[in-house]
């Protein structure tokens, strides 16, 4: 199965201490042993980073262990979809169309990722918002 995984289940599933670990997890496991099929927005490896940099856990997650634990498990194992500049103009106009305001956007930006290659399921621990953002894709959002 082709599944986007949001930022938010990547980081449960990289952090053994977050309180959804053993939700997300086996999801991340799932698609390293290529019994699915990973896609991650371009946008959520920047965010994974600055999140898994600032985590408030001890030890903390060093700039370099962040950096491997984002090669390991997402650019050697997933499809990382960027936008363009058109992309980014149809998010915005989706969002005013929609009245959407907000840190939603950054939900749009991965919602649009996923849209442009077909995935099957989004996998993320926010799925009110998700929904809300984009209610057409609502089939497809669940939670780990």
Do not use: W
């Not at 990973?38 to 920047?46: D, K, N, R």
């Not at 600055?50 to 498990?73: C, F, G, H, M």
């Amino acid at each position: 199965m082709r599944i986007l995984l949001d930022t938010s289940v990547l980081v449960a599933g990289m952090v053994e201490s977050h309180p959804a670990h053993e939700r997300a997890f086996p999801r991340l496991q799932r698609v390293k042993a290529g019994e699915d099929s990973g896609v991650v927005a371009a946008h959520s490896v920047a965010e994974l980073y600055a999140i898994l940099t600032t985590l408030p856990i001890r030890p903390r997650v060093s700039p370099t262990d962040a950096r491997r634990l984002i090669e390991r498990n997402v650019l050697d194992t997933c499809q990382i979809v960027p936008l363009s500049d058109a992309d980014y103009a149809d998010v915005i106009s989706h969002l005013a169309s929609t009245g959407v305001a907000g840190g939603a956007t950054y939900d749009a930006l991965i919602l649009h990722a996923a849209t442009k290659v077909e995935v099957e399921e989004i996998v993320t621990l926010n799925e009110r918002d998700f929904r809300r953002v984009y209610p057409a894709l609502s089939d497809k959002i669940s939670a780990p």
